[in-house]
């Protein structure tokens, strides 16, 4: 059953930079883009399970802090020549509160 | 007839350069063009360059297909295949192909490459006459090998060896006819070509050298050919190889105006500004080029251009060549005959068949010819381009860049001859069948596409040198090449030199301003140039700082683990330290069980394994006993590695420990394009091993010898000795200035070895020796931006600065 939770308020988050969630099974990353565009990605590469909370952002990915794979906040796959995929997860801002559907 | 208002893009010509074109212009917006292109040739674009191997049964026609019917469908290309354009009128903005089709334009693409040229010889349209181009010129070699058995190969270059070798190859009985009295003189000087020929005729290749051609003989079909010395051959197939000759008949019909090609701009416009020209059949700054490197880099520019991205600019190319014939290794660049001006290095031994010759003038290379060892063609090459000044190992230049030291592979420079299961690249651990598999099969061209697809050197970068050449060796040509003009990362044309100019000239303030003052491709910019970026500007403005465009480590002022966890290294300057701060070490690793503590090589301890949470309440534990961040992590003044010097040691000269700890003083917390690691040996015994870090200090009874420029990581490099000073003040006093001088001309991520080696040691001398208004004003401007760098990053984050990285959000699951 998917409901939104209540993550945090918008100013928490840098622009192009991220935070982590802590949730009972899993760690969630929260990006926050140009025009706060927010992204919610497992925060675990799909290569060897680097924290992508700790990459750069640009645009609509991140750079794995590790060594260095792209990943996409759209869809949590790998870009360019590396192959693999991470979940993603659906955000929406409200009054200025992000939420996040489990 | 579609309905979309978009504009048609029409490209003539279906070769290497205008295909290339549509790809780079694919990337940049894919969109936004209609695109409809025509070919005379019934293929697919395929890699002209790679018929050679074809020829001689190394590689099959699919083999070398670059875009196949496929890719113009799945990226909505429209493709009018085995049609030739006969005409373009220009006033109703269409062109109308032979057989009456009519296309309507809005820009034009020309780019038509070239055709054999044939010796206007009576009988050149004999049967079995033909040129060495296309996939039919090859078919017909194929054709007549089955039935004939002599053929005549007329010209000597590069073309005519290629194709020789392959009818050799295809069985037959070979003769190159060549007018001059040695091979390939326009790539190749007389020694050279001597020992060239020797191993073709080796090969069984046969050779009448000096031999005006006369006549074709024949009746229908070629039978022999005749000299004007009077002299006869027979053969049963000619292959004319003696040049190319632009196609220009159709832009010259249609009014563009022409030259020895078609005229075209540094945007690659010809003088109709809805039509563009491309590739072996224009004419640029007085230049036809001949090979695909310098079309590739047209590509670039022309495809910014119809992108109406208009900052891109071609400025001509400077060409290398290779020859693909498997088992013979030439390079050649540049001015390889010199003249009154240039000096000549040479290294010759006609016993192993190896000779290498280097062009100077003023000691900075302007031509190279190698035959039989090449591995180095590729770094000549660099140091070509770049102008570098190579006095300084100008001695040892000739044995190769692995001379000058190299950690991971020494003497392995015979690519060719490694096992295919060889490890090539260490940190990946990738082989070099894997390598040439990913090559062949998936069409890379450039060193970027390698290391995507493989990894191969895309780690520490120390068998760079390796994938190049394994490249160049799969690929042939050299195509490889790393273009003359290397853009900083993929959001952007400019290259490191431009951005830094760019951001001084400009005044630029901060991240934003740079993309869009110089016209980034991106809006964010990416992790390689978002990084560069942060430090240029930190550069210009001391204490800016953008934390999301730093990588982890200095954003988070410790070195992040395979984990995620962190490393934590406290400085102890020149290494000293006092009972009480082991203990304060040993306390906080008790406090927060810490799993694991190392000495380091860097003369001080490493705590490992600490949570990101911890690091602000264990830098406040650390900080209390009078520790500062160590930047174990950043880009930046690492550590001043330290002997005992003559307080203790019987040996000793000087107290090289009291000065490690003043320079370290000086210089602790400085931001740098890359790691930068000092030294201070108390006497040249050298314990510190001043001699392999970016500044070392060796003490001498009378003074103190400064050398610059070494590194003990990678690729091991010696310092150069750059000065022996008198006092400690003066040490200090150069130390400040090199060190700036380092940190405002060297390239982001540029170690102080590799910049030497790239703007010569002569630059930094001019700059830090010899000019000593110049050093005061260096050594003023490190002072200035040392102020807001030594204030203890990890005192600032203990103290609650951007408390909110190192807490995660934590939520509890409700229902
Ligand atoms: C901890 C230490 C190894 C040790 O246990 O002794 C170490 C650890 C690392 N080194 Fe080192 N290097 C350490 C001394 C050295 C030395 C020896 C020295 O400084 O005398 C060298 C060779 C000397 C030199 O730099 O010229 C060295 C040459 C490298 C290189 C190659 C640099 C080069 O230009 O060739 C890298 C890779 C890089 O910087 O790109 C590297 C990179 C690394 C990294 C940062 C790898 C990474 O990117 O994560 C390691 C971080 C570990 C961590 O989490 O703390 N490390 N590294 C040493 C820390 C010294 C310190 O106190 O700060
Ligand atoms: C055997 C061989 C080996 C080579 N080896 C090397 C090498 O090792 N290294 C290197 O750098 N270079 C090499 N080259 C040169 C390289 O292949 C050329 O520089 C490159 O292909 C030129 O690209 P282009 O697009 O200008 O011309 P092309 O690739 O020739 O493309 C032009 C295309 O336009 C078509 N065309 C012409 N007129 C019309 C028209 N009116 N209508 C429709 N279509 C038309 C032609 O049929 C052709 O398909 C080699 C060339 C050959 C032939
Ligand atoms: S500490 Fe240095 S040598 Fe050791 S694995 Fe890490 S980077 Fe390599
Ligand atoms: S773990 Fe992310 S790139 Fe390796």
Redesign the pocket.
């Known amino acids: 059953m998917s409901q939104w939770i209540k993550i945090t308020a918008l100013e928490e988050i840098p622009v192009l930079g991220s935070r982590v969630i802590e949730m009972d099974t899993v760690n969630i990353a929260v990006f926050r883009g140009k025009e706060d565009k927010i992204f919610a990605i497992k925060d675990q590469c799909p290569h060897k399970q680097g924290p992508l909370s700790q990459g750069i952002m640009h645009g609509d990915s991140v750079t794995c802090p590790l060594h260095n794979w792209k990943i996409s906040l759209v869809s949590g796959e790998a870009l360019g020549a590396d192959e693999g995929c991470t979940n993603v997860y659906e955000t929406k801002v409200e009054d200025g509160t992000i939420y996040l559907k489990n | 007839m579609s309905l979309s208002t978009k504009q048609n893009l029409v490209l003539?010509?279906?070769?290497?350069?205008?295909?290339?074109t549509i790809e780079e212009l694919i990337k940049l917006e894919p969109t936004k063009y209609n695109i409809i292109v025509?070919?005379?040739?019934p293929y697919g674009?395929y890699?002209?360059?790679?018929?050679?191997p074809v020829?001689a049964n190394e590689k099959t026609l699919e083999e070398v297909m670059l875009n196949d019917d496929n890719w113009y469908q799945k990226n909505n290309v429209n493709f009018e295949k085995g049609?030739?354009?006969?005409e373009i009128d220009r006033i109703h903005k269409k062109v109308i192909?032979e057989d009456g089709t009519e296309q309507s334009y809005d820009k034009l693409l020309i780019?038509?490459?070239?055709?054999?040229f044939m010796l206007p010889l009576p009988g050149v349209d004999k049967e079995g006459v033909i040129g060495?181009?296309?996939v039919k010129?090859v078919d017909i070699m194929v054709e007549s090998a089955k039935k004939y058995k002599k053929a005549v190969v007329i010209g000597g270059g590069?073309?005519g060896l290629?194709?020789a070798n392959g009818l050799m190859k295809q069985g037959m009985n070979v003769t190159v006819v060549h007018i001059n009295d040695f091979l390939m003189e326009r790539q190749l000087d007389k020694a050279a070509a001597t020992m060239l020929q020797k191993s073709l005729e080796e090969k069984g290749m046969k050779f009448l050298m000096s031999h005006a051609s006369d006549e074709i003989l024949g009746e229908q079909r070629v039978t022999g050919l005749s000299f004007q010395n009077g002299t006869i051959i027979e053969t049963d197939l000619l292959v004319m190889a003696v040049g190319?000759k632009p196609?220009l008949?159709?832009a010259k019909t249609s009014g563009i105006h022409c030259e020895r090609g078609i005229v075209v701009n540094d945007a690659l416009q010809t003088f109709d500004p809805s039509i563009y020209a491309?590739?072996?059949?224009?004419q640029h700054r007085g230049n036809v080029?001949?090979?695909?490197?310098p079309?590739f880099e047209q590509a670039k520019v022309a495809a910014n251009h119809l992108a109406e991205l208009g900052y891109g600019r071609y400025e001509g190319t400077v060409?290398s060549?290779?020859?693909?014939v498997t088992g013979i290794s030439l390079f050649s660049a540049g001015d390889f005959h010199g003249d009154e001006d240039t000096e000549e290095l040479l290294f010759t031994d006609f016993a192993s068949g190896t000779y290498k010759k280097l062009i100077l003038r003023d000691n900075v290379i302007v031509g190279a010819c190698l035959y039989g060892d090449t591995i180095d063609g590729s770094w000549y090459f660099q140091l070509m381009k770049d102008g570098t000044n190579i006095s300084d190992f100008r001695d040892s230049i000739l044995f190769g860049q692995a001379h000058l030291g190299d950690a991971g592979h020494g003497d392995e420079t015979r690519i060719v001859a490694m096992a295919d299961n060889a490890e090539i690249c260490g940190c990946n651990g990738v082989c070099k069948s894997e390598i040439v598999n990913a090559i062949t099969e998936k069409k890379l061209f450039t060193l970027d596409d390698v290391r995507a697809h493989t990894k191969a050197s895309a780690s520490c970068g120390s068998c760079t040198g390796l994938v190049e050449s394994l490249l160049a060796h799969t690929i042939?040509?050299?195509?490889s090449q790393a273009p003359s003009k290397k853009s900083l990362c993929g959001c952007t044309e400019l290259t490191h030199e431009e951005v830094r100019t760019g951001i001084r000239k400009l005044g630029l303030k901060d991240h934003d301003d740079v993309r869009k003052s110089l016209n980034w491709k991106t809006e964010d910019g990416c992790a390689v140039c978002r990084q560069a970026t942060n430090y240029y500007l930190l550069c210009e403005i001391p204490g800016y700082n953008d934390p999301e465009s730093r990588f982890i480590n200095e954003r988070a002022h410790g070195n992040i683990q395979k984990d995620g966890t962190y490393s934590v290294v406290p400085r102890m300057f020149g290494g000293m330290c006092t009972p009480n701060d082991l203990r304060a070490i040993a306390d906080v690793a008790d406090k927060f069980k810490v799993p694991e503590m190392k000495v380091t090589g860097g003369q001080r301890i490493d705590m490992f394994g600490i949570k990101k949470e911890d690091l602000p309440a264990v830098w406040k534990d650390l900080g209390e006993a009078g520790f500062v961040s160590g930047h174990a992590y950043g880009k930046a003044m690492r550590t001043c590695k330290t002997c005992i010097g003559d307080s203790w040691c019987r040996m000793g000269t000087q107290d090289s420990t009291s000065l490690g700890v003043k320079l370290e003083e000086l210089t602790w917390g400085s931001w740098m394009p890359h790691k930068y690691k000092l030294a201070v040996s108390g006497c040249p015994r050298n314990c510190a091993e001043a001699t392999i870090k970016d500044f070392g200090v060796v003490c001498v009874d009378s003074g103190y010898e400064i050398h610059v420029g070494g590194n003990g990581g990678i690729k091991v490099r010696v310092t150069d000795f750059l000065v022996k000073l008198d006092t400690e003040e003066e040490v200090l006093e150069y130390c400040a200035a090199f060190s700036q001088f380092y940190r405002e001309d060297a390239h982001y991520l540029e170690r102080t070895a590799p910049w030497i080696e790239r703007v010569g040691l002569d630059k930094i001398k001019a700059a830090v020796l010899d000019d000593e208004v110049n050093r005061k004003a260096l050594y003023d401007r490190f002072i200035i931006s040392q102020k807001p760098a030594q204030i203890d990053p990890w005192k600032k984050h203990a103290d609650g600065a951007d408390a909110n990285q190192f807490k995660s959000i934590k939520i509890v699951a409700t229902a």
């Open positions: 003539v010509g279906n070769g290497m350069a205008g295909m290339r025509f070919g005379d040739e674009n890699n002209r360059i790679m018929l050679s020829l049609k030739k354009i006969a192909a780019a038509t490459g070239s055709k054999s060495f181009r296309d010129d590069l073309l290629e194709a190319i196609n008949e159709l491309i590739g072996e059949c224009v080029y001949g090979l695909v490197a079309l060409t060549t290779m020859l693909k042939g040509g050299d195509y």
